[in-house]
């Protein structure tokens, strides 16, 4: 458990991010698209990454990052920089300006638990020729893999801002944090976060930056670097956008209303009945015995929070929400319905 000592300072700056990072997007992607939880997650991006690797267009990139990257956990911090927002080449060339130090330093980590090869080395070493290798593969695999669905990525994003902005006006910052995903919880002072590394964590005065992202893997991830707000990314579901509730094939099988309370903790995350009961708008007996119904079918889990009941969609929810009208499933998942993940937007 990482408990990050957020002050004042911090707490005044909590926001998100502006877009979107590219390069960052690009290499969460290269690592997270092979595991079936995360591909249930983005199931478009993992569609379109298949049929690029069958086709061959992408498989030498893909090769190199898979060969270059950790399978699982957390990747080198130098790799998603926070820099180089503006286009995959800005972000290459942030990764080239990392000093061969922090190269050496940050690879020879992440390689810790990995069979030590020749490029893994030269990588290691920040030979500039694999350093370029390298930047060709993610150029490579944005542009055919990520390209073709960067507007619906970037239109899924800001609806996740708007969801959570709301939460904020409406509930504050515990109602904000307390919405964002089941491994992220707020103790006053301290933000915990279930993650791929522990300890307590200072703030650094500039802030948080929350970052929403399908791949981020099951577990959110935390970056920190001195003088530098600290970015914190979850996993949220993203996936095509689609019918309205009422009119696709799940509001046939469940009932429209039912659908609709789906559609709901997919789009906002976690609500407490109150909240379930004004977003669908229904009366509060009304949205407990939808919620109950719908957590008897494994849809929806709930967990109780003082007075309160918290509803948020399941793994098998969200699949369902998929497969019946391929509508978008913007919430986040819990990790106990996912595989294990990683944690520092590496």
Request: net charge positive.
């Amino acid at each position: 458990m990482l408990r990050l000592q957020l002050g004042p300072a911090d707490l005044c700056r909590v926001r998100f991010a502006d877009r979107l990072h590219p390069v960052g997007t690009a290499l969460l992607a290269g690592q997270w698209l092979r595991d079936p939880t995360v591909a249930a997650m983005a199931p478009a991006l993992a569609e379109q990454a298949a049929a690029v690797e069958r086709a061959g267009a992408a498989q030498a990139a893909t090769a190199t990052l898979r060969h270059l990257l950790p399978a699982r956990g957390r990747l080198p911090d130098f790799v998603t920089p926070f820099s180089g927002l503006e286009s995959v080449e800005a972000g290459l060339e942030a990764i080239r300006a990392t000093p061969a130090r922090r190269i050496r330093a940050e690879a020879t980590a992440a390689y810790a638990n990995a069979a030590a090869t020749p490029l893994r080395r030269r990588f290691a070493a920040a030979d500039p020729e694999v350093l370029d290798l390298f930047g060709e593969a993610v150029r490579t695999w944005f542009d055919t893999v990520l390209t073709p669905h960067w507007p619906d990525l970037v239109c899924a994003y800001r609806q996740q801002v708007t969801c959570a902005s709301q939460r904020l006006a409406q509930h504050g910052l515990g109602g904000l944090f307390a919405g964002l995903h089941p491994a992220i919880r707020w103790r006053e002072p301290v933000l915990e976060v279930r993650t791929w590394w522990g300890g307590d964590l200072p703030g650094t005065g500039h802030g948080l930056i929350l970052l929403p992202s399908p791949l981020a893997g099951p577990r959110p991830r935390v970056l920190a670097e001195p003088g530098r707000p600290i970015l914190l990314v979850y996993p949220v579901v993203m996936g095509a956008h689609g019918a309205a509730a009422g009119g696709d094939s799940l509001g046939r099988l469940l009932g429209v209303t039912r659908a609709l309370v789906l559609h709901r903790l997919a789009a906002d995350g976690g609500l407490t009945t109150t909240v379930l009961s004004r977003a669908v708008g229904i009366s509060l007996s009304s949205a407990s015995e939808h919620a109950t119904a719908l957590r008897s079918a494994g849809l929806v889990a709930s967990e109780r929070e003082g007075g309160a009941v918290r509803h948020h969609l399941t793994a098998l929810g969200a699949e369902l929400l998929r497969g019946s009208s391929g509508d978008s499933t913007e919430g986040w998942l819990p990790p106990d319905q996912a595989a294990g993940w990683p944690s520092v937007l590496p």
